[in-house]
Antibody, heavy 119, light 107 residues
């Protein structure tokens, strides 16, 4: 079965660091564009960044560049999203998302990781 | 950054009605638009890619059209399971951007 499985919910304080993960299975992970999409509760969707693991090619949305780091460990088919210093405004659901092989829509989503940042 | 604006924000309809959702891009995005459906507590579901191609398994009552800056998603005969939120998204230029969503609710 093709799937993306994300790490569990996190509760953090402002200023803390965090790394969440997304592990792929059932497909050739390195051959797909895979990225992160943020959804603030009750709000819309935002692309944060996307990467092509086989070529180590990563693009960041300007709104998130410098705030987060996207990385990949291809040996375990896992994508990461990392913050060095969280803010309350980072409270959201974070989805990893696989772009289709021959089209640009997301055909596989992770189940989402809820990150809550509160003092 | 290309801003995608969806209208209306909320659409009140009756089951069986024909529903049309609109999406406007702040600059031309050719036909590089996808549509998603998102139900509460679920991940988005791809409905349409390339502005008008239904994704695998999507019922024929969903159709879409458009190019340049104007796009539409049509549900030919609304079913109760279609009452939820719909998003358009452009992928013509990075960052890919979503519209703010249209909520389809019961009248």
């Amino acid at each position: 079965e093709v799937q993306l499985v994300q790490s569990g919910a996190e509760v953090k304080k402002p200023g803390e660091s965090l790394r969440i993960s997304c592990q792929g299975s059932g497909f050739f992970f390195s051959s797909y564009w895979i990225g992160w999409v943020r959804q603030v509760p009750g709000k819309g969707l935002e692309w944060m960044g996307i990467t092509f693991p086989r070529e180590s090619n990563t693009k960041y949305s300007p709104a998130f560049e410098g705030r987060v780091t996207i990385s990949v460990e291809t040996t375990i088919d896992t994508l990461y999203l990392q913050w060095n210093s969280l803010k309350a405004s980072d409270t959201a659901i974070y989805y990893c998302a696989r772009r289709g092989l021959n089209y640009y829509g997301v055909d596989v989503w992770g189940q989402g990781t809820t990150v809550t940042v509160s003092s | 950054e290309t801003v995608m604006t969806q209208s209306p924000v909320t659409l009140s309809v009756s089951p069986g009605e024909r529903v049309t959702l609109s999406c406007r891009a702040s600059q031309s995005v050719s036909r590089d638009v996808v549509w998603y459906q998102q139900k509460p507590g679920q991940t988005p579901r791809l409905l349409i890619y390339g502005a008008s191609t239904r994704a695998f398994g999507i019922p024929a009552r969903f159709s879409a059209s458009g190019s340049g800056t104007e796009f539409t998603l049509t549900i030919s005969s609304l079913q109760s399971e279609d009452l939820t939120v719909y998003y358009c998204q452009q992928y013509n230029n990075w960052p890919w951007t979503f519209g703010q969503g249209t909520k389809v609710e019961i009248k």
